[in-house]
C-alpha cells in the first residue's frame, strides 16, 4: 500500500480561503453577537421579575396547570420584550466600551 505524501501548501494557492479570511472584519459579527447577548439577557432578567411577581397570583387558576400556564406567559412576554426596557442598551454599550 502506498501513502501519498504530497501535501498542499495553502499558503501558495492564489485564492487560498485562509487568505481571504485574513481580511474578514469581525468587529461586525462581534457587535452583533454582543447585541444579541446583551438582548437575550435581558429577556432573562424580565422573565425572572415576571416569575417573582406573578408567583402567588392566581391569574391562571390554582394548582400546577397555573404554574404552567405562568411560565408559558412570562416566557412569551419576556422573549417579545427583549431589547425594549433599557437594560440590553446599558449593557451593550458598557461592554462594548470595554472591549476597546
Same mark, same amino acid.
Given at each position: !500500500?502506498?501513502l501519498?505524501? @504530497?501535501?498542499?501548501?495553502? @499558503? @501558495?494557492?492564489?485564492?487560498?480561503?485562509?487568505?481571504?479570511?485574513? =481580511?474578514? @472584519?469581525? $468587529? +461586525?459579527?462581534?457587535?452583533?453577537?454582543?447585541? +444579541?447577548?446583551?438582548?437575550? *439577557?435581558? $429577556?432573562f *432578567? !424580565?422573565?425572572?421579575?415576571?416569575?417573582?411577581?406573578? =408567583?402567588?397570583? +392566581?391569574?391562571?387558576?390554582? &394548582?400546577?396547570?397555573?404554574?404552567?400556564? +405562568? &411560565? !408559558?406567559?412570562?416566557?412569551?412576554?419576556?422573549?417579545?420584550? =427583549? &431589547?425594549?426596557?433599557?437594560?440590553?442598551?446599558?449593557?451593550?454599550? *458598557?461592554?462594548?466600551?470595554?472591549? =476597546?
Open positions: !500500500m502506498e501519498n505524501t @504530497n501535501f498542499v501548501d495553502i @499558503n @501558495n494557492i492564489k485564492s487560498s480561503p485562509v487568505k481571504n479570511y485574513e =481580511k474578514l @472584519n469581525t $468587529s +461586525k459579527l462581534e457587535n452583533e453577537a454582543l447585541r +444579541k447577548v446583551s438582548d437575550d *439577557f435581558e $429577556s *432578567f !424580565m422573565q425572572q421579575l415576571l416569575d417573582i411577581s406573578l =408567583k402567588s397570583t +392566581k391569574v391562571a387558576g390554582e &394548582g400546577s396547570g397555573s404554574d404552567i400556564i +405562568k &411560565g !408559558m406567559y412570562t416566557e412569551a412576554i419576556s422573549r417579545e420584550s =427583549k &431589547g425594549t426596557i433599557g437594560i440590553s442598551d446599558m449593557l451593550y454599550n *458598557f461592554l462594548s466600551e470595554r472591549k =476597546k
